[in-house]
């Protein structure tokens, strides 16, 4: 069988590298003509608006999924015509505009923080009097990686914010305090079946995931639960095949809800060396109708982000536990150009062996 | 860095799937149209004694390897004046002869069946005298698998023994008793730091390995210091690199060896979700020079070949904690077509499981 993935990015590539054990094949549709995915699958070089290009990549295909959650809805359900497309292209429409996706956690009764949607000048200054301060105003389309959005903490703040981002739809959302940012991976069937990862507790660092730990320190079942009564009710709601990440703040216990990303996830890398069945494997045997895999855990293991600049290979391999994955990437500042995952017999050795890590690791500059 | 692979089967395959996420590409050289490998890797095809093909073969790439013990002695030295090549050619060489292979292990003091070499018929019954029934005649060069040998019990076995092997140079083995076969993988680093996996047990069928189990049942310290004191001679003798696996038969605590392989070996699969570290990625950190990764394990796991048939994929994926690996082969009979391994929190878990494997697998007629 054949899986096409729109996008050929390290998303696609670990998509290939899990399924190719399972006699699957892959074909990607990107327009780079150098990308990650090109040495596990056969490349379409192809924008995701050409409709010759997706004719190319469509034929012969069993299936297809998506690495990234800018697909254009119509290419989504034009090739949904065809084949197969997995997770559902609604998932797409519901997720890739920030007002659209927060009505419909509202609706599930997924709590989120405060928000507006802003269409001009007045929408804006109505909204900063209805939502308060401090703020974060964002696009409602196309942010990823903390681009795209700006936090305001003073009337100064809001009016540089303005002229960054005004004229476009936008929305305005209360900044919530909390402690930690956590996400989980959610994995459903084409039979419903549900299985859910253990929450991750994730660091950013300027705006771009830096460290996963799996699963999240202090993990209490009444956390995990929480966590997985929210997911299953987006899963239901959209039919979803494949796996969905969710991301929450957490405050004293409560979880509010951020945003959704309807595919695999970088924060659920771990899974490979961390968890039975990785997100990658089970992305596909959900989207084949293929049973899920077990999504438990042995014992906690961290993913570090390799951004911008690359350590040396044996140096991170010298640390007990490392699991070095390179995306094939040619260097670039803040680019996403690999992770490690570090696997330990419990959590103190664990954070030894981050540390170990961390110093073989070149800083960029800030 | 480019890795050229002589051979490219099942192992080449999966030595490139271990290679991928550590920034690795790949080269085969093989003479078939249409090999495992070539799904991960350049393919470059040409036999083995081509060297103009060998040529097309090695430029470009940082070292060679090999994924069968049969590649020309010749052929490996050539490439070796070009490029490091590992496991080093004197392994091939010794291992190719079952006689020199003997004798080798004679000279380390690692304890083996009696053994006679055979030029003609009086050698035969020279031999037959002084190795005694039951015996195992095999043909001293390119037998794998059970092919080209044949178990003697009494004079009328010899006979049709001789008239099907006859001819050839050859050796008459002293059958053993033993309770189980065992083998270790070990692995040496360019450094000469060495590193080594638990004891497996091996159930084999028609000379083909069948299953698994790892680490062997009951395993005792003192039966593992003993491999390892045997692997750790015979890779320091070699000066080796690379992964290397030894067979042994066990029989009250004592381990007699069979034969060694210079390559990765299918009694090591279990080792890509039941070790920290798989044999695949290790040899190729040996290779390159880079630090050995850990080969301990934290529970124990076993590994079915998928022989001649397979089954269908859903249901293999439905026993809890299987891992599928299909080599993207046409079934033929016996023909190494896949293999699973199958995880479990402890022993009794599982051999429910595998129970529940087994019974998804269709049978080849006898």
Redesign the interface.
């Known amino acids: 069988m054949k899986v096409g993935i729109l996008g050929g990015g390290q998303l696609g590539r670990m998509l290939a590298?899990a399924g190719?054990?399972?006699?699957l094949?892959f074909r990607v549709l990107d327009p780079g003509r150098d990308v990650a995915a090109a040495?596990?699958a056969e490349h379409v070089v192809g924008e995701y608006e050409d409709y010759a290009a997706l004719a190319d990549f469509v034929s012969g295909l069993d299936c297809v999924t998506y690495e990234f959650e800018n697909v254009p809805v119509r290419t989504a359900e034009w090739l949904a015509q065809r084949v197969p497309v997995f997770p559902p292209p609604a998932a797409l429409d519901v997720g890739q505009d920030r007002i659209s996706e927060k009505v419909f956690f509202q609706k599930l009764g997924v709590p989120g923080p405060t928000f507006r949607a802003i269409g001009d000048r007045a929408g804006f200054d109505a909204a900063l009097a209805a939502v308060g301060l401090p703020a974060v105003l964002k696009t409602r389309r196309f942010g990823y990686d903390g681009k795209g959005q700006r936090v305001i903490h003073d009337a100064a703040e809001a009016e540089s914010a303005w002229d960054l981002l005004g004229g476009r739809p936008l929305i305005l959302e209360r900044l919530v305090p909390f402690q930690r940012e956590l996400s989980i991976l959610a994995v459903r069937g084409r039979d419903g079946a549900e299985s859910f990862y253990p929450l991750v507790e994730n660091h950013h660092r300027g705006g771009t995931l830096r460290k996963s730990l799996a699963p999240a320190p202090g993990l209490t079942p009444a956390l995990q639960t929480l966590a997985e009564r929210h997911a299953s009710a987006v899963l239901r709601a959209l039919d979803y095949v494949g796996v969905l990440a969710i991301e929450f703040f957490e405050w004293n216990g409560q979880l509010l809800v951020n945003e959704m990303a309807p595919r695999v996830h970088n924060s659920g890398h771990w899974s490979i060396e961390g968890a039975?069945t990785s997100q990658f494997e089970n992305h596909l045997?959900a989207g084949l109708?293929?049973?899920l895999?077990?999504t438990g855990m042995?014992?906690p293991v961290a993913m570090i982000n390799l951004l911008g600049l690359l350590p040396e290979?044996?140096d991170v391999?010298?640390v007990?536990?490392a699991?070095?994955?390179?995306y094939?990437k040619a260097p670039r500042p803040g680019r996403k150009l690999?992770h490690v995952t570090v696997?330990a017999?419990g959590s103190e050795e664990l954070k030894t062996r981050l540390a170990a890590l961390e110093r073989q690791l070149p800083q960029e500059p800030h």
Chains 1, 2 share one sequence.
């Not at 190719?20 to 006699?23: R, Y």
């Not at 699991?323 to 390179?326: A, E, I, N, Q, S």
């Open positions: 590298l190719l054990p399972l006699g094949r040495a596990v039975e045997r109708g293929w049973p895999g077990e042995p014992r290979t044996p391999l010298a007990p536990g699991h070095l994955h390179l094939g690999g696997t017999s």
